[in-house]
C-alpha cells in the first residue's frame, strides 16, 4: 500500500509556457502533500506543503504566482510551472503523508522538467 | 510489490547506541544509493550519495551497499538527539536522478 502517483515523468516545453505535474495518492487518503525541487547532486528543497482544501503554503523564495499548486481533494495536489523560463529546468518531486503522522511519506517518482 | 522498501518505523534507541537503517530493492538495475536526513516540517538532506556496492563513511555514518542482495544500510555511531528526524534511502539508474524513494524510517534518539 501507500502509493503515490506522479505524472508526467519527464516534460520538455518551450519558453512561455505552462506545465502541469500531477500528484496522486492511489490507495490513501494524503491529508498533506509536499512538493519538493531538486538540484543535481544536493538536497531536496521544500518549496511548499499544501493541505486539502486550503491554499498551500510556500517556502520562504518560493513565488507563489509561478508554482500554482492545488489540493483539490484527499488524493490529488496538482503543481502548475507558469510562463516557464530555463531557470526552472528541474528535478520535481511530490510526496504525502497520512494524519497519522508515525506513518512517513510516500514520494512519487518525480518529474524531470526542461524548459527550451 | 514496491522498488523499493523500506520500514518506516519508529525506531527508538537510546542515546549513544549504534543505529541501523536499511532498505531493500528489487531492480537490479539501480546504481546510484542515497540516505536523506529529514527533520519535521523540512525539505530531506542529503546525507551519502554511494555508487554501486561498497561501504562510504563520513564521520559518524556508514553507508553499506550490497548489491548481489539488492540491500543498502546505513550505520550512525554514537547516535546523539539530534539524530532523531526520517531517514530515507533513494536510488537510481542512471545520474539522470529520477528517484525511487523509500517510505522513510522515523528514527527517535532518547537522551
Known amino acids: 500500500g501507500a502509493v503515490v502517483s506522479q505524472h508526467p515523468s519527464r516534460v520538455i516545453c518551450k519558453s512561455g509556457t505552462s506545465v502541469k505535474i500531477e500528484c496522486r495518492s492511489l490507495d490513501f487518503q494524503a491529508t498533506t502533500m509536499f512538493w519538493y525541487r531538486q538540484f543535481p547532486k544536493q538536497s531536496l528543497m521544500l518549496m511548499a506543503t499544501s493541505n486539502e482544501g486550503s491554499k498551500a503554503t510556500y517556502e520562504q523564495g518560493v513565488e507563489k504566482d509561478k508554482f500554482l499548486i492545488n489540493h483539490a481533494s484527499l488524493t490529488l495536489s496538482t503543481l502548475t510551472v507558469t510562463s516557464a523560463h530555463p531557470e526552472d529546468s528541474s528535478f520535481y518531486i511530490c510526496?504525502?503523508?497520512?494524519?497519522?503522522?508515525?506513518?512517513?511519506?510516500?514520494f512519487g517518482s518525480g518529474t524531470r522538467l526542461t524548459v527550451v | 510489490q514496491k522498488e523499493v522498501e523500506q520500514d518506516p518505523g519508529p525506531l527508538s534507541v537510546p542515546e549513544g547506541a549504534i543505529v541501523s537503517l536499511n532498505c531493500t530493492y528489487s531492480?537490479?538495475?539501480?546504481?546510484?544509493f542515497m540516505w536523506y536526513r529529514q527533520y519535521s516540517r523540512k525539505g530531506p538532506e542529503l546525507l551519502m550519495y554511494?555508487?554501486s556496492s561498497g561501504n562510504k563513511e563520513d564521520g559518524r555514518f556508514t553507508a553499506q551497499v550490497d548489491k548481489s542482495s539488492k540491500y543498502i544500510s546505513l550505520f550512525i555511531r554514537d547516535s546523539q538527539p539530534s539524530d532523531s528526524a526520517t531517514y530515507l534511502c533513494a536510488m537510481s539508474q542512471d545520474s539522470n536522478y529520477q528517484l525511487i524513494w523509500g517510505a522513510g524510517t522515523k528514527l527517535i534518539i532518547k537522551p
Open positions: 554511494t555508487y
Open positions: 510526496s504525502a503523508t497520512r494524519s497519522d503522522s508515525d506513518y512517513g511519506y510516500t
Open positions: 531492480n537490479s538495475a539501480f546504481q546510484y
